[in-house]
């Protein structure tokens, strides 16, 4: 299985900024999505991109990928108090299992 | 409409009394897993399967079982629940084809074992 480690662990901002989160993993994949989580919740897919892809946009969302450093990178501009919610990474390849890592815990404060 | 839907969503149980969390998906996913998520240490994979009949082991599989009789259900079964299961669940899908790599969850099953 390959593993995707988010960080920072926490992060707070005011309503707003752009939050920034990373995530970095260890073998090589064919793509890397980005997940949501509302406390409690199920997780909700955000945005996926290839490994052939060096960024992708969605709404207020910006997803970069370096596979030479194996690291991801998701930018949420503007942030909103509506965006607090732990959001994780997935790697994986085709066929393969996926391992989600320990997340990064959003407040976005108003 | 696509969903995994898992049941129960609450439950209350008592130590050694064997439970069973379901989990069926609508979407013909080959793909199917389970996780744990506990304060502070995210998602946890329990167990995962690839097809009907092919099942593995995640990172923490102990004190769990699971079948997958059919593509459309995988069911979680705790034998003998102790306390430290008393955690929040979720099953989740995909298809492994190449396109398919959206993994779908379901709402989450809270679980205590008292």
């Known amino acids: 299985s390959q593993q995707g480690e988010e960080d920072p662990q926490a992060l707070s901002i005011q309503e707003g900024e752009n939050a920034t989160m990373n995530c970095s993993y260890k073998?090589?994949?064919?793509?890397l999505q980005w997940y949501r989580q509302n406390s409690g919740r199920g997780l909700v897919h955000l945005i996926l991109?290839?490994?052939?892809?060096r960024e992708k946009h969605s709404g207020r969302l910006r997803v970069t990928l370096d596979t030479s450093k194996k690291s991801s990178s998701l930018l949420i501009t503007a942030s909103r108090a509506a965006d607090t919610a732990s959001y994780f990474c997935?790697?994986?390849?085709?066929?393969?299992?996926?391992?989600f890592g320990p997340g990064t815990r959003l407040s976005v404060l108003p | 409409e696509a969903q995994v839907t898992q049941n129960p969503r609450y439950l209350i149980t008592v130590t050694g009394k064997k439970l069973t969390v379901t989990c069926s998906q609508n979407m013909n996913h080959e793909y199917m897993s389970w996780y744990r998520q506990d304060p502070g240490l995210g998602l946890r994979q329990i167990y995962y399967?690839?097809?009907?009949?092919?099942?593995d082991k995640g990172d923490v599989p102990e004190g769990y079982k699971v079948s997958r009789k059919e593509k459309r259900n995988f069911p979680l079964i705790l034998e003998s629940p102790s306390p430290n299961q008393t955690s929040l669940y979720f099953c989740?899908?995909?298809?492994?084809?190449?396109?398919?790599?959206?993994?779908?969850f379901g709402e989450g099953s809270w679980l205590t074992v008292v």
């Open positions: 991109i290839r490994s052939n892809e």
């Open positions: 997935a790697t994986g390849s085709y066929g393969q299992n996926f391992v």
């Open positions: 073998t090589s994949i064919n793509n």
């Open positions: 399967s690839m097809n009907v009949e092919v099942t």
């Open positions: 989740a899908s995909r298809t492994t084809g190449a396109q398919g790599n959206t993994i779908y």
